[in-house]
């Protein structure tokens, strides 16, 4: 599932992964702190909200869409309704057509990443919605 070279740095970047699939969450967030990210881990829904309430703000929260509990996408509309500009990436195994359009209504810096991935497209993608992070953040900043 996972390449072992490493090529992107996500240093100081604060991220929560959330997966109630415990070996899928184990080497997500590992290959994401091997990379410099500060790496928060939630096995479930609920877990996700009760990090993004005492640990957030992060810069990124990637999460499974379905999980005990609460989904990750019932997760996410929560966390859109109280936190909004966090970016998300939403993985899913489930090959349902609706859950692509059902994404991108939460909104932009929102990404599907369909299991199985390789870490080189996790890296893309985490990579690339941080410097969307990044930019807004500093653009915010100016004004």
Do not use: C
Request: charged residues 20%; aromatic residues 4%; hydrophobic residues 45%.
């Amino acid at each position: 599932m996972f390449l072992a070279a490493a090529t992107v740095t996500l240093s100081g970047a604060r991220i929560l992964v959330a997966d109630d699939d415990l070996h899928l969450l184990r080497a997500v967030a590992s290959a994401l702190s091997r990379l410099g990210a500060e790496v928060t881990r939630a096995a479930n829904g609920a877990e996700l909200l009760y990090h993004l309430a005492g640990k957030g703000p992060f810069d990124l929260v990637i999460t499974d869409i379905a999980m005990p509990w609460m989904t990750g996408e019932q997760a996410m509309l929560a966390t859109r309704t109280a936190v909004s500009g966090t970016s998300i990436v939403i993985m899913t195994g489930l090959h349902d057509e609706s859950i692509s359009e059902r994404v991108s209504e939460l909104g932009e810096h929102t990404v599907l990443l369909r299991k199985p991935f390789d870490l080189s497209q996790l890296e893309s993608v985490v990579t690339t919605l941080l410097e969307q992070h990044s930019r807004a953040r500093a653009a915010n900043d100016k004004t």
